[in-house]
């Protein structure tokens, strides 16, 4: 009698428990997850996989629950280095006041790769590896992005007036478009276009914005409905609401991102949800700048897909998916007054697949199925602030932090490892070199508010 030959693979994970998000409310126990050439082609129990395959490389979690990689919405990577730059003030104020006039002294190509870098560590370091950015000189973004070995889809800015990056929307749009046929192709970068908001971008613009997005097949990602202040601008100025707007010139659809959509109404709702557009919520963000809570429980139930994002760091301080999925879901509980509003699954469904479904990435990335790309994160669950564990599902909303993620893999290679001995280590970025990039720009950044 002969041995059964096995089957070799790149990568075998045993984990204690396995959420795979697709199928939805799922815990699986002592599962394998089977990666080879980046793809995952099995999931089977330990004793299955062990007499089916022979891996080069067998990481075992015996303390963990093992997740589809976080994917953050929305985000602005480039601001990274503007973190606590200018805290408790209003969004219309920070932004005029504070943002703009220190973007115009500092943000060059040089400063959005670094500030980028050290946005994708601190992304990778909280289990995240996708991220929907908006930013200028997104070509710096791609190269720190591709440094750090995650996956993005880089927004192409545009605004209607200048700035150190582009002049006018016309100019942004013929860089951005430039820029992005220099990554095309790369299975880490996909892009989409980025419209600021409706208070920063023409009727004339956004009909451009259209034009390019259906001929090349991209998507559209903005801020919309942050503020009561930018529904009041709107209707004065263009006589309808912003999201109303938008459905007038033909913007909304299923390959439509709206950032925060805070202030919404029913006539909001029914035009989001019937169009197929996508809400990126940021909790957050939208509660230190005092925007208001989404009422992403009525979207949800309108069929709208909701997905969850950090803003920036300049905005939020910390760009931590752990404490969206929590604050989201504590949130919604206390506005409805109903305990059962947005529960764990949902929660963390918002922070991989419906992402996933928002970027157009559903078909790769966002659940942990056969066929799909192999992001995955590990949470440990074994110290004393998540024990004991009744359920890893609901711990990992409301128990675990990003500081519990042991390791990160990005189409099955390891990015990021944290052992409970040690500090974080990155397969591509060197700690000490971000913290001399912080000490550089903030050394610059002092002078400007100085």
Known sequence: MTDTIKINVDLMIEA?????????????????????????????????????YS????????????????????????????RGLADDIPLMPWLQNHIWPAEQQIVSEKFVHDSALFGCAEMLSGGVTCFNDMYFFPQATAEAVLQAGMRAQLGLVVLEFPTNYANNADDYLEKGLLIRDAWRGNPLLSASLAPHAP???????????ITYAEQLGLGVHTHLHETKVEIAESIEKHGVR????????????????AAHCVQINNEDFDLLSAHGAHVAHCPSSNAKLASGIAPINQM??????VGLGTDGAASNNRQDMFTEMRLAALLSKAVTEDATSIPAVQALEMATINGARALGLDHQIGSIEVGKLADLTAVRIADVETLPCFDPLSHLIYACGREHVSHVWVAGD?????????????????????????????????QHKA
């Not at 067998?58 to 589809?68: A, F, G, M, Y």
């Not at 208070?199 to 914005?209: G, H, I, L, P, Q």
């Open 55 to 82: 891996a080069n490389k067998t990481v075992v979690l015996d303390e963990h629950v093992l997740i589809p990689g976080l994917i953050n919405l929305h985000t602005h990577a480039g601001m990274t280095l503007m």
């Open 16 to 52: 204690k428990w396995l959420v795979p998000v697709t199928p939805s409310n799922k815990v699986l126990e002592q599962q394998t997850v089977v990666v080879h050439q980046g793809c995952i082609i099995e999931l089977a129990p330990m004793p299955i996989a062990r007499a089916r």
């Open 300 to 305: 949800l139930n309108a069929e709208i897909n």
């Open 199 to 209: 208070y920063t971008v023409s009727d004339a613009t956004f009909e451009k914005v």
């Open 242 to 257: 912003p999201i109303r707007r938008m459905a007038n010139l033909g913007l909304l659809g299923p390959s439509f991102t």
């Open 414 to 446: 390891l990015r990021f490892e944290r052992s409970s001995q040690q500090a974080g280590l990155y397969a591509n970025i060197e700690p000490n070199e971000l913290k001399e990039i912080a000490l550089l720009w903030k050394s610059k950044l002092n």
